[in-house]
Nanobody, 115 residues
Framework: QVQLVESGGGLVQAGGSLRLSCAAS????????MGWYRQPPGKERELVAV???????SYVDSVKGRFSISRDNAANTVYLQMNSLKPEDTAVYYCKAKKLLEEYWGQGTQVTVSS
């Protein structure tokens, strides 16, 4: 069982930056996929970015060029660097870890971008 704890959310003005962290209670090196999801108010949860164990990354079109996902296996942490934030980025951001049939979610961290 692995626990994921997100941090780094908060209130920021449009155009600002935040870095989210997802700290795992155990090793993340065996997780093939680590990802960040978000759920805007009144909407469905959506995938934002993923990073595979080999370092491949993928992003939803709306954040390409602004967000960057990275993982530090030694620190058991995944990061999401968010730049040029927009009000439409406002959401609860969740971290997810997946390998084979195992899947874990964090509790989420709120990101609010004011215009």
């Amino acid at each position: 069982q692995v626990q994921l704890v997100e941090s780094g959310g908060g209130l920021v003005q449009a155009g600002g930056s935040l870095r989210l962290s997802c700290a795992a209670s155990g090793s993340i090196s065996t997780f093939t996929v680590m990802g960040w999801y978000r759920q805007p108010p009144g909407k469905e949860r959506e995938l934002v970015a993923v990073i595979l164990s080999g370092g491949y990354t993928s992003y939803v079109d709306s954040v390409k060029g602004r967000f960057s996902i990275s993982r530090d296996n030694a620190a058991n942490t995944v990061y999401l660097q968010m730049n040029s934030l927009k009000p439409e980025d406002t959401a609860v951001y969740y971290c997810k870890a997946k390998k084979l049939l195992e899947e874990y979610w964090g509790q989420g961290t709120q990101v609010t971008v004011s215009s």
